[in-house]
């Protein structure tokens, strides 16, 4: 590819990206007035023809690496698993 080639593709992506990131905005959006829709009727689960909305507090139970790490510093070591991965940017 050429120099010419590669500064369109980035162009092209950029503008895709930034179409994306409208279209989120969109779709946050229209949750937001969909949960503050339940929260008027006071619902956690609102049915309609088509679909069925819920909007419910989950619980879920997460290790705090950091505390472990301070309060036993052996045990995390034990257990710590490191990853690699590659990391794509354009500047």
């Known amino acids: 590819m050429t ?3 590669i500064d369109n593709r980035v162009r092209k992506l950029k ?3 930034a179409e ?3 279209l ?3 779709a946050e959006a229209i ?3 969909l949960k503050a829709e339940l929260e008027a009727i006071e619902a956690e689960e609102l049915a309609t023809t088509n679909f069925t909305i819920r909007w419910k507090e989950v619980i879920s139970n997460r290790l705090d690496s950091k505390a472990l790490k301070l309060a036993m510093p052996t045990v995390y070591e034990k257990f710590c698993k490191s990853s690699t991965t590659k990391r794509f940017t354009i500047a």
């Open 3 to 5: 120099s010419t080639q």
């Open 15 to 17: 503008a895709l990206e």
């Open 20 to 22: 994306q990131k409208k």
């Open 24 to 26: 989120e905005a969109e």
């Open 31 to 33: 949750k937001t007035e």
